[in-house]
């Protein structure tokens, strides 16, 4: 079961995930400044820049993203791309939206691949892309999926402008469903596109949702079991939000005045082991997390733990409970980039296989993309966890 709580502590409202009662996700619901994740914007072009191949945007009044050139062309909005120009000049309007944070002297990251996701359905500028989630393992789920979007006659119609995504959630529902959001994105797309193209001022188009709704949309709505917040104002704008949605949820209220919902939850301790380089293992072995400016570092060490018997037995338990923590850890951490984890050496190949096993089960928890690398020549584990909001300990 995963269920997701909202509420205060420190004047600052915290969005938390927990799997299973296991707390993965910490969120301060601290905005950027205005620019979030998923905010789409009619975008002037400001300025490229060969050196470092990317486009500053204006994306309004008071902020600007860069536009990575190597990105899918965006959008223009202005004037028609002729053959053999792959790419956008300054001064361009086009369509964009965010998809990084700023991120201390960094602006925001922007994409022209526009998405709109639902619980079901993924919708984006990726023209005839039609796909069903890996997820969803089951063959037969998989061919009615695929013969439902074959049939389909909006995906068949429209797949030369839009692609299409079915989402987890859809291995557990009715087709109708399904379609009903299929073509609902679908028509939402449409007039995005059509209010952009009579629009000359740029400035956003869509967003300024609630940071905890957008937070929730990007965990994947479907797997949310259950919301509990002590924020009478956040019950009240998600009953509307999933009424609007059409969608049944678990929502409650707490509402002992007497003793605070994060003394209940121990949120001051959580936050206190969150900004700790140190964190202990069950076995009596920990982890030491190093964020600097180039990289994250992780440093396995045995601690108080003791094997009695196998020494090589006793070192696998030890980097497979770090394995697990330290993927926890980068998601409750939100730490991203390019990330160094030294386990305890290990002289057997087939334990290292393990280890890197157990994190690749363990990354695929995380909404957020994270990849194992390879072991380095100096048994160094190298893995990457792509960058969108801010670390916690930048936002505390």
Known sequence: MNRVVITQFNNIDFLLVYEEDELVECHPLISSGGVQIGNIYLGRVQKKVKNINSA???LDGEHVGYL????????????SLPKGLSSIAENDLILVQVEQEPQKMKQARVTGNINLSGKYVALDMDAGKIG??????DNETRDRLKALLESSDTVKSRCMQYGYVLRTACGDTDDS???AELTSLTSQMDKLIECATYKRRTGLLYGN???????MESYGIGRVTEIKTDNEEVYDNLIQYYRTANISMNISVYEDKAYPYY??????TEISKLLNKKVWLKSGGFLMIEPTEAMVVVDVNTGKSIGKKNRDAHILKINLEAAKETARQLRLRNLSGIIMVDFINMESEDDKQKVVECLKSEFAKDKISTHFIEITKLDVFEITRKKQRRPLHELL
């Open 209 to 215: 949702k609630p940071e905890y709704i957008t937070l």
């Open 56 to 58: 500053f945007i204006t």
């Open 177 to 179: 469903d399904i379609y």
């Open 263 to 268: 003394k209940l939850l121990g949120l001051e």
């Open 68 to 79: 990575p050139l190597d990105d899918k062309p965006a959008l223009v909005l202005n004037r």
């Open 132 to 137: 069903i989630s890996k997820k969803i393992s």
